[in-house]
């Protein structure tokens, strides 16, 4: 598609179970970036993706977060277990290797309700 | 550590005036700069960037200016309008850094 595409836009879940969330970048970009955004708050990086590998996983939160990129395509974000703190908009955004003048494209966010 | 702030939280200005948005950064390895719009419901759209071998970069009705002795970025939207009002972040690329980091936003509202 022309942008990137991002997988359910809602999800309310209930505490305890898992999730996961989806991310379609644009076709080319090898570079894969997760956020995350409270309520009212910035962007909380998560994790980088060059291709299908994560040389940047420092922003996790804890070990019930997790993700994967195939076919240097499509990211999955996992939440385990999920807890109300959970609960946020996650932003998916990818670019062009190197990081180009127009910076990243973002999708349109994953509003995750953990109740 | 990497930071990125901003000094006015909520920015509200009349329809037809120039808004000015700033933000402090705290890295001085950081080598590009980036302005962000983010309308309610949807991601953040780039706006505008500026290289820190650049003070001043313009473009349709916006302006950035970056002073790197102070490290401070402002933004500049020239006559706003109401389809102006959203929620702006900064946000900085150090060099050899693959990721953004980005300020907590300034919510600009314009007024009719």
């Known amino acids: 598609g022309a942008g990137v595409s991002q997988s359910p836009s809602n999800k309310v879940t209930e505490k305890g179970k898992d999730v996961e969330l989806r991310c379609d970048p644009i076709?080319?970009?090898?570079?894969l970036y997760w956020y995350r955004q409270s309520l009212g708050q910035g962007l909380e990086f998560l994790i980088y993706?060059?291709?299908?590998?994560?040389?940047?996983k420092s922003g996790l939160p804890s070990d019930r977060f997790s993700a994967e990129r195939t076919g240097g395509s499509v990211s999955t974000l996992t939440i385990q277990r999920t807890q109300q703190e959970d609960s946020a908009v996650y932003l998916c955004?990818?670019?062009?290797?190197?990081?180009?003048?127009?910076?990243?494209?973002f999708g349109s966010g994953t509003r995750l309700t953990v109740v | 550590g990497e930071s990125v702030g901003l000094h006015l939280p909520t920015l509200s200005v009349q329809e037809g005036d120039n808004s000015i948005i700033n933000c402090a950064y705290s890295?001085?390895?950081?080598?590009?700069f980036i302005w962000y719009k983010q309308e309610s419901g949807k991601g953040p759209q780039f706006i505008i960037d500026?290289?820190?071998?650049?003070d001043k970069r313009q473009g349709q009705r916006v302006t950035v200016l970056l002073n790197k002795t102070v490290k401070h970025l402002s933004l500049q939207i020239a006559a706003t309008q109401p389809g102006d009002s959203a929620v702006y972040f900064c946000?900085?690329?150090?060099?050899?850094?693959?990721?953004?980091?980005f300020g907590t936003g300034t919510r600009l509202l314009v007024s009719p």
């Open positions: 955004a990818s670019s062009p290797f190197p990081i180009r003048g127009d910076g990243y494209t």
């Open positions: 076709s080319g970009h090898t570079a």
């Open positions: 993706f060059q291709g299908n590998s994560a040389p940047d």
């Open positions: 890295n001085s390895a950081s080598d590009y």
């Open positions: 500026i290289r820190s071998n650049m």
């Open positions: 946000a900085e690329n150090g060099a050899g850094f693959q990721k953004l980091v």
